[in-house]
């Protein structure tokens, strides 16, 4: 962000305000408000601490105390909240209100989930709580896995089915107009360098393809062996959902060990959707498509269920 708004400052300031008594106040104000907001959002979030009589969260304005008896559920893998993040959802008997835990709040968040899923769930079958006898799970890197030798059945859509592939057309006029301009300044040739490169980014990022095999599951990159490789007896559970922004829809993967994997894919269409749900519960695979709902025979729709989500 910083390296951007430099560039951005340096051809704003050379283009439009050649004195440069506007353009630096403006980008330094623009920082600290920046920064403010961050670092308030930062303070904000509470410190966690289980025990065998509940969740204890303490943060510089507020403590909440929430008791393992005053629970009804708990939803681990949903979206809530104004922009639609992972949280942990807890709903109490007490208040119709839940409180939500967000999961990119805290970088152990996997352990944290499942500490309290292990807490609740003794609570509820034994009506007691060892902590000490709680164990995480740990998942082992794949990185010597002999993924070649698989045989993927590969779910992939041209990426010209979105708009976002024609993005490049702008930078393409960019270097159309450097090579038959006569002048550019050095600032303005930084800034229409930095428009190109911006304009590529969407045609690149969030367009990919997803493979299932017997072990793994992989999603990779349309252009670019970049990708990702999860083994499916790792994995517990699988969104197909929007994760918000209007961006891209996306395929959220949940492994054993309550890590979260999100990926947005702005190439399939509903069609591909459809048959990676297929594919994937013919693994056996425990899958929730929020975003098409199969219908019953009377043709109504069968409500997206989460109750999938709350063990």
Not at 187 to 195: D, E, K, Q, R
Not at 238 to 251: R, T
Request: hydrophobic content about 40%; glycine content about 6%.
């Amino acid at each position: 962000m910083l390296i951007l708004g430099g560039l951005t400052y340096a051809y704003f300031n050379d283009v439009f305000l050649p004195s440069g008594r506007i353009g630096m106040p403006v980008l330094l104000t623009i920082y600290a408000v920046f920064i403010y907001f961050f670092l308030k959002k930062a303070y904000e979030i509470p410190d966690f601490e289980l025990s065998e009589n509940g969740i204890l969260l303490t943060s510089r304005k507020e403590i909440n105390e929430i008791k393992w008896d005053e629970i009804s559920d708990i939803d681990y893998y949903g979206r809530n909240g104004f922009l639609m993040m992972e949280t942990i959802k807890i709903e109490r008997k007490i208040s119709r209100h839940p409180f939500l835990i967000y999961h990119s709040h805290y970088s152990n968040a996997k352990e944290i989930t499942q500490a309290i899923q292990f807490c609740y769930d003794s609570f509820k079958n034994k009506g007691e709580i060892d902590l000490k006898s709680f164990v995480p799970i740990r998942i082992t890197p794949r990185n010597n896995d002999k993924i070649h030798f698989e045989d993927f059945n590969f779910i992939s859509r041209t990426p010209f089915v979105t708009l976002r592939s024609f993005i490049p057309l702008v930078g393409f006029f960019g270097i159309y107009k450097i090579l038959t301009a006569e002048y550019i300044p050095t600032n303005g040739l930084i800034g229409m360098f930095v428009l190109i490169a911006v304009s590529f980014l969407p045609a690149i990022i969030g367009i990919g393809k997803i493979g299932i095999s017997d072990k793994y599951l992989v999603v990779e990159n349309y252009y670019f062996p970049i990708k990702k490789v999860f083994r499916i007896a790792e994995i517990r559970e699988i969104f197909i959902e929007d994760p918000g922004g209007k961006l891209a829809y996306a395929v959220r993967l949940i492994t054993k060990d309550c890590n979260q994997k999100t990926f947005r894919i702005a190439n399939f269409l509903k069609k591909d959707w459809i048959k990676l749900e297929k594919v994937l519960k013919e693994k056996n695979l425990i899958v929730n498509n929020t975003l098409y709902k199969k219908k019953n025979k009377d043709n109504s729709k069968i409500p997206a269920s989460r109750n999938s989500a709350r063990r």
